[in-house]
Structures are given as C-alpha cells and as structure tokens.
C-alpha cells in the first residue's frame, strides 16, 4: 500500500520568500506524484505531476517539485511567494488510486 | 468541457434527514471518486468506482452512506439518516483511467458543503 506525508501542517511567509514543502512517500514499485492546490472556498486543482522523465517538474503559477527516488521525496518549490499564493497544499502519490496527505496551509503576509 | 459538476453547491438539512449529493463527471474519464473533507479528518476517500463499478468502499463511514453509479456520467452519494457530524464539504473527482495506470490526474468538481443541523 502507498501512503504519503507531509510533515509542514502550517507555513507562514512574507511576500517574496523562498518556499519548501516536504512530501515523503512509500510505495515499492513506479510511483506517479502529484501537487494539488485549494484555494480558501475553492476545490483541489493540479500544481503539477510527475510520471517518469525529468525529475524536476515545473507547475503553474511558477511552482517546482523535485522527484528524488533515493529520499522518496517530492517536495514543492517556489523562489519567491505572492499574497495570492496562501491556500492548501496537498501531495498526493499514485498508481491506482492517489493517495493524499493531509495538506500544509500556507499563509503568506503581504 | 464544463468539469466535474456537481449539485447541490451547498444544503443545509435537519437531522435525520435524507441528503443526495450529485456528481457528473468528465465525459470520457472512467473513473470516479468521491471524497470528505472536514477540519479534524482532513481529505478522506470515501469510495471509488472504474467503469460505474463500486471498486473500493472501505473509506465509508458507515451503513448511513450509500453511493451509486448507474451510468457513465452520473453518480449520488446518499445520507439516510443524516446526523450533525456528517457536516462536511464533499468533493467528487474523476480521472481518464485507474487501475494500475499510470495516467491517474484526478479532476476535482466544486464540492457540496453540507450543513445537518
């Protein structure tokens, strides 16, 4: 069974900060991965995933997740935040159906 | 293509009441999830259908909870009898294809926010 972590409950950043969210998954086999994002009211929409290939992915809105195999890791990146980007995170890992981890809230403060 | 749409956006219902939350997939997408999400639990599955077919309904809470797929592009999820701690927003998704495939992006719809009073 797959299961994922997302050890972050709650960031809190100024505009312009550098951000990291961690992710560790445990599956044995290929793992498919993802970044979700919800906005305050709004459902979960697609940061970004990796399936195979190049293990840095780019997202919208200027977000990047690296898949490193060795750390089981695919943590979320973005050099430099914006007020608009306070929502939840969440990292989910596949194949079948996608496991999710229990979001990060981030707060960025203008 | 208009999403994952789902109805109501919001119900507010005494308890004890029968609530049927409903959810029109992608078209084209085979699978269909339909999911919890609340402040103490977090996002929780609840059930998955592949091709209208219940696949795993082990994340339902109880005998309360009910989901049916009788087709395609339709599915319910019912609450009979509804209680206060069903409160939640419930999110449905559907993904082009499961099962083992790696080509599993889920696409979620607006969610319903349930209120039992």
């Known amino acids: 069974a797959q299961s994922v972590s997302q050890h972050n409950h709650h960031v809190i950043l100024s505009e312009a900060a550098s951000l990291e969210l961690g992710c560790n998954y445990s599956?044995?086999?290929?793992?498919?991965l993802f970044w979700y994002v919800q906005y305050p009211g709004q459902h979960l929409q697609l940061l970004l995933k990796?399936?195979?290939?190049?293990?840095l992915v780019k997202g919208i809105k200027g977000f990047e997740a690296e898949f490193i195999k060795s750390k089981f890791s695919f943590n979320l990146r973005k050099p430099s935040v914006q007020w608009s980007d306070t929502a939840e995170y969440f990292c989910a890992v596949g194949p079948g159906q996608l496991t999710f981890g229990s979001g990060t809230q981030l707060t960025v403060l203008p | 293509d208009a999403g994952v749409i789902q109805s109501p956006r919001h119900e507010v219902t005494e308890m004890g009441q029968e609530v049927t939350l409903r959810c029109k997939p992608i078209?084209?997408?085979?699978?269909l999830f339909w999911y919890r999400q609340t402040m103490m639990r977090g996002l929780e599955l609840l059930i998955y259908?592949?091709?209208?077919?219940?696949?795993?309904d082990s994340g339902m809470p109880e005998d309360r909870f009910s989901a049916k797929m009788p087709n395609a592009s339709f599915s319910t999820l019912k609450i009979q009898p509804s209680e206060p701690r069903d409160s939640a927003v419930y999110f449905c998704?559907?993904?082009?294809?499961?099962?083992?495939?790696?080509?599993?992006?889920?696409?979620f719809g607006p969610g319903t926010r349930l209120t039992v009073l």
């Open positions: 998704a559907s993904s082009p294809r499961t099962g083992g495939s790696s080509y599993n992006e889920q696409f």
């Open positions: 078209s084209g997408h085979n699978s």
């Open positions: 599956y044995g086999g290929t793992v498919n």
């Open positions: 259908f592949n091709n209208n077919v219940p696949i795993d």
């Open positions: 990796y399936f195979s290939g190049d293990p």
